[in-house]
Structure formats: structure tokens, C-alpha cells
């Protein structure tokens, strides 16, 4: 229910897609929701500098279009 409300809010913020991080043991799960692996780059900002963010694998959902699975997302960093 509760990845349901979020698409839903998703759908209302206006957002193209959305992007999760998860453990790699938790991707057949939010696959059942839609979400798709993201292979491209996902970068951050840490310490005033870009890094790719390898910690965990990145998932997409469509929500205005299909999420990408490749090229680079750069999330720029805080404040988002």
C-alpha cells in the first residue's frame, strides 16, 4: 500500500520518473512494483565534490514516461 501512495504522490508532484536505492537483495521485490534497474551512473555531491554514488543499485519508476535504465542521473547534491 504504502509504494502504491507513493506513485500516486508521484503522479500529483508532477515528477517524470522517480529513483530508488536499495540493497541488491530487495530488487526482485520492487521489481513486483514496477521499479526497473537504473545500470547508468548515479552521482552525488559529498564533501564539495562530485562521486559516483556505488553503495547500492538504483531503480526507476515511470511515471510521466518510462524511468531511463542507462546514461547519467546527477542528483547534485543537498539542499535538494
Not at 501512495?5 to 508532484?13: Q, Y
Not at 520518473?17 to 534497474?37: H, K, M, N, Q, S
Not at 562530485?50 to 543537498?78: Q, R
Request: proline letters at 9%; charged letters at 15%; one cysteine or more.
Amino acid at each position: 500500500a504504502g509504494l502504491r501512495r507513493a506513485a500516486e504522490f508521484f503522479v500529483h508532484a508532477g515528477a517524470d520518473f522517480a529513483l530508488l536505492v536499495c540493497e541488491p537483495p530487495l530488487i526482485d521485490y520492487y521489481a513486483r512494483f514496477g521499479w526497473t534497474p537504473f545500470g547508468g551512473r548515479l552521482l552525488v555531491r559529498q564533501r564539495g565534490a562530485v562521486a559516483a554514488f556505488t553503495l547500492c543499485p538504483a531503480l526507476t519508476l515511470g511515471v510521466k514516461s518510462a524511468g531511463p535504465s542507462e546514461g547519467t542521473i546527477d542528483l547534485c547534491g543537498p539542499p535538494w
